[in-house]
């Protein structure tokens, strides 16, 4: 399923259930990386909330995420990583990135045309958590407020390639195409450098 300097992020609407829809699919695929019997592998958590396999999955790297009508996993041999999908709802996009994200993110968030903005909330929020969950931390300790690559005055776009952080730690990011529907993923690798995404959309 995956290799050296690659992740695999498989994502897909679910009716209900999202939760478990997402620890299912993590060890589903864990199997089938590992080739070992999935009734062999075992899924803990650690103190900071990040997913851990156990028996022969336990080198991987992982990530789970769920939203209503919506679960995503990552793996990877390579490195750590993060996996963030949401639901677009309308929201006051503008006032949240004022209050919660950095400047710069509401700044970029204003210039665009006010039906992009709920969407480019999304793609901002989507990310940062991608990328607090590869370090252990979640949205705390500056997550908020990690700087992405943002594309100048464009709305953004989903990108199936990770793009450096510009906090120049290594860290790489993207936003994943996952079709005209009304959610927003997003995958972040601790050492993205040349490291290619695998998506997957299952059932």
């Known amino acids: ?18 939760r478990r829809a ?42 789970v995420s769920h939203s209503p009508g919506a679960r995503a996993v990552a793996l990877s041999t390579h490195a750590p990583v993060g996996v963030d999908v949401e639901t677009v709802r309308p929201l006051p996009a503008l006032r949240m990135a004022r209050r919660w994200l950095s400047p710069a993110d509401a700044d970029w968030l204003g210039r665009l045309p006010r ?19 590869a370090r252990g931390h979640g949205l705390a300790a500056g997550g908020l407020t990690q700087p992405l690559p943002v594309p100048g005055h464009r709305s953004p776009h989903p990108r199936p390639a990770l793009v450096p952080l510009p906090d120049g730690t290594g860290a790489a990011c993207a936003v994943l195409p996952t079709g005209p529907g009304a959610h927003v993923l997003a995958v972040a690798c601790l050492d993205g450098a040349g490291v290619r995404v695998d998506l997957r959309r299952t059932s």
């Open 1 to 18: 399923m995956t290799g050296p300097g690659a992740v695999t992020v498989l994502w897909g609407p679910v009716p209900s259930g999202e």
């Open 22 to 63: 997402a620890h299912v699919t993590l060890l589903r695929a864990a199997a089938e990386l590992t080739g070992a019997p999935r009734h062999r592998i075992g899924l803990t958590y650690e103190a900071g909330g990040r997913p851990r396999l156990t028996g022969p999955a336990a080198g991987l790297h992982v990530s």
């Open 115 to 133: 039906p992009d903005r709920d969407r480019a909330f999304y793609w901002l929020w989507t990310q940062k958590e991608a990328v607090g969950k």
